[in-house]
């Protein structure tokens, strides 16, 4: 295992109610380090390029529309392992399938209002972090 770091996005859903800092508090309690963020409002050409890998999947553009409806707040997190603990951490994509305590289950709605982005790979970690965050902005 190695120190990584990875992208994860507190989405419009859980930033809207005010759960960003529990939801940070949740991931800082499981040994991760805030290592840049920011609050963003995506536009819509912005989304679609986050999420240019589901572009042919149905739910898109519905994606897209929930992505770019409010404030939402990438942060970039380091420890060991980060990319599949922060995968674990959070839980399934549906909260109805999230384990009790993941971050889905706790703060979703939906299977498309899931409350947080987590990178899926090491190679896409590195990919979302710098869609984000420039390297004088990583501590
Ligand atoms: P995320 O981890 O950000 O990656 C892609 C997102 O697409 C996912 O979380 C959900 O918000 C959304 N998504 C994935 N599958 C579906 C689905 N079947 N219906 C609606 N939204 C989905």
Do not use: Q, W
């Not at 999230?98 to 899926?120: M, P, Q, Y």
Request: hydrophobic residues 45%; glycine residues 6%.
């Amino acid at each position: 295992m190695s120190v990584e770091t990875t992208l994860a996005i507190v989405k419009p859903d859980a930033f809207g109610t005010g759960k960003a800092g529990l939801i940070l508090a949740h991931l800082e309690e499981r040994g991760f380090e805030l290592v840049a963020a920011r609050v963003a409002r995506l536009r819509r050409v912005e989304a679609e390029a986050f999420y240019v890998v589901h572009s042919e999947r149905p739910f898109y553009g519905s994606l897209v529309d929930f992505m770019t409806s409010g404030p939402c707040m990438p942060v970039a997190l380091r420890r060991e392992d980060a990319v599949a603990h922060l995968r674990s951490v959070i839980g399934a994509t549906d909260p109805a399938e999230a384990e009790e305590g993941t971050v889905r289950a706790l703060f979703a709605e939906s299977k498309e209002r899931n409350a947080i982005h987590a990178s899926d790979s090491v190679e896409n970690a590195a990919v979302e972090v710098s869609f984000f965050f420039s390297g004088t902005e990583l501590i």
